[in-house]
């Protein structure tokens, strides 16, 4: 959520953007210099802060409702 208090010290912070797999002109990983950026390959979820080095992941589970 956007502080006007923080607005000059974490701008940028709250943008999001997730990687298209199935785009046709896909963007690289790492391109985006604030927020955050989230992809998928096969059954990981990936992301990464922009003010951090760190990518983070979790595996992705599916639930049958049988």
Wanted: aromatic share 16%; glycine share 4%.
């Amino acid at each position: 959520m956007a502080n006007i208090f923080h607005a000059f010290d974490r701008r940028g912070k709250e943008f999001i953007y997730i990687h298209n797999h199935n785009a046709n002109q896909k963007l690289p990983k790492g391109w985006l210099k604030f927020g955050r950026e989230y992809w998928k390959e096969e059954n990981m979820l990936y992301w990464k802060d922009a003010s951090h080095d760190r990518i983070h992941c979790v595996r992705i589970l599916r639930f049958s409702t049988d």
